[in-house]
């Protein structure tokens, strides 16, 4: 009976153990990106290391620089480094820097992408990368799987949703 009494007590210990476990997953790899990106929140670092292009959007996604999808958040603006678009995966060492406007002009980092053109769906985080159309670039044929990780702008949406409710291209 004693025994039954403790692992009765013990089942919710176990469970909140396991849930834990399961959301800290890939948390050592994300604190290393932060410690890896922590740099780049100065602009003109990011653009010394190769981060010299900021991605145009079509007019579909609010033209300009700035990627925006109405109540589903946006993306911000795209800074990409041509030089890391190589088919390699680093999670130290992501392909694009997501920055965000502020109001004196200044841009705030806040995320950044993932991008890789293979033909197999890589995982990265304990995520599987998004196939990504590029036909508004006028490469429809290539595939590219994306991922974005918000390590510097909490995401109500999750860490690895595309979209931020909290980013903004006004």
Not at 96 to 122: C, F, H, I, M, W
């Amino acid at each position: 009976m004693r025994l039954r009494v403790l692992i009765v007590a013990l089942l919710p210990l176990l469970a909140i153990t396991v849930v834990a476990s399961a959301l800290g997953g890939g948390q050592s790899e994300l604190s290393s990106l932060r410690q890896a990106t922590a740099k780049y929140h100065d602009l003109q670092t990011a653009l010394d290391a190769g981060y010299t292009v900021e991605l145009p959007q079509t007019a579909a996604f609010g033209g300009g620089t700035c990627i925006a999808n109405g109540a589903e958040g946006a993306m911000g603006i795209h800074m990409l480094s041509p030089g890391r678009i190589d088919g390699n995966l680093d999670a130290a060492d992501p392909e694009v820097l997501l920055y965000e406007r502020r109001n004196n002009g200044t841009l705030k980092l806040t995320g950044v992408e993932y991008v890789v053109a293979d033909d197999s769906q890589p995982e990265l985080f304990g995520q599987t990368l998004a196939d990504t159309n590029l036909a508004r670039y006028g490469d429809p044929a290539t595939n590219v799987w994306t991922l974005h990780a918000w390590v510097w702008r909490p995401n109500p949406s999750g860490m690895f949703d595309p979209w931020n409710t909290r980013v903004t291209c006004d």
